[in-house]
């Protein structure tokens, strides 16, 4: 089928390259740091994931950074030459700057092309969850329905996706910004596991803390049989962060407690949001009911 758009997203959505090989999709590749030399996050094409996180055990530590705005002109500016209009879905505008970036290169490209149009739809998401509004809003790309229809039924359903996840150790949110010094080493001490969700507004939020990794993989199965109302169509993606055996029994145990439920896919997190959350992250993502925070 001929399109009259390109239906464009980012690696920060943890797709697995696969998807992007079978349905012909095209991404931008968000950049990360590791020994002071720079990646493009290849959703998962080099089969390294594991080694990734190993070294992050080891003591390696990988920064991510912003996009700039003239890699997305780079981007962008073929489609537009080529006569045809871009929907853009982008990971959370409240847990990067990045997309000022992409707002500045659509700026700058509509005046040079005022014939053609650009559409950003900002997620509110990242990872997991801006994968299932990926595949669900590509499969109305692929119906042939329009960029306004598929933008419009986005912006109607984005807080349908939800993440519940866990961490490891408290030391990567740390370095991050999203928890203090202070409460990083009482959590140590005290063994306390945050709760992390992505809330209505698009930031991650501790929702709760529970004591032990055991305690927190069940409260991560108890969230997810709380939040899904339609268990055929929820798209429950599970991932980890070098934790496939924990991401495994959370697995059985939602098979157990939601009657009804679909395959469960079980897939890595990429390096980029990786390098936030650390080795031993496992997240229970699903499409639900909205975000209750």
Not at 192 to 217: D, H, M, Q, Y
Request: proline share 5%; charged share 25%; hydrophobic share 40%.
């Amino acid at each position: 089928m001929e399109y009259s758009y390109v239906f464009m997203t980012d690696s920060d959505s943890d797709l697995p390259y696969s998807y992007v090989d079978e349905l012909e999709m095209t991404m931008v590749y968000m950049p990360y740091i590791v020994d002071g030399k720079e990646y493009l996050d290849d959703l998962g094409r080099n089969g390294k994931q594991k080694e990734y996180f190993d070294s992050m055990r080891a003591g390696a530590v990988p920064v991510t950074s912003l996009l700039p705005q003239p890699v997305y002109e780079e981007y962008f500016e073929p489609v537009l030459q080529q006569g045809k209009d871009i929907l853009f879905v982008a990971f959370s505008s409240q847990l990067s700057g990045t997309i000022r970036n992409i707002y500045a290169a659509r700026e700058e490209l509509l005046a040079k092309y005022p014939e053609r149009k650009i559409t950003v739809v900002d997620t509110l998401s990242i990872s997991a969850p801006q994968t299932i509004l990926i595949l669900k809003a590509h499969a109305l790309y692929r119906e042939g329905k329009s960029m306004e229809e598929v933008a419009q039924w986005l912006e109607e359903n984005k807080l349908k996706a939800q993440a519940w996840f866990t961490v490891d150790d408290l030391v990567y949110l740390k370095r991050g910004g999203r928890v203090s010094a202070v409460a990083a080493a009482v959590g140590g001490l005290l063994d306390l596991k945050p709760i992390i969700t992505e809330t209505r507004e698009g930031k991650l939020v501790s929702a709760e803390k529970v004591r032990g990794r055991k305690a927190a993989l069940r409260t991560l199965v108890e969230k997810a049989v709380e939040n899904i109302d339609d268990p055929a169509n929820a798209d429950v993606i599970i991932l980890h962060a070098d934790a496939l055996e924990d991401a495994e029994k959370v697995a059985g145990k939602l098979k157990e407690k939601i009657p009804g439920l679909g395959e469960i896919k079980i897939h890595y997190v990429g390096p980029v949001i990786g390098a936030h959350c650390g080795p031993g992250t496992v997240a229970v993502c699903f499409f639900g009911k909205e975000r209750p925070l």
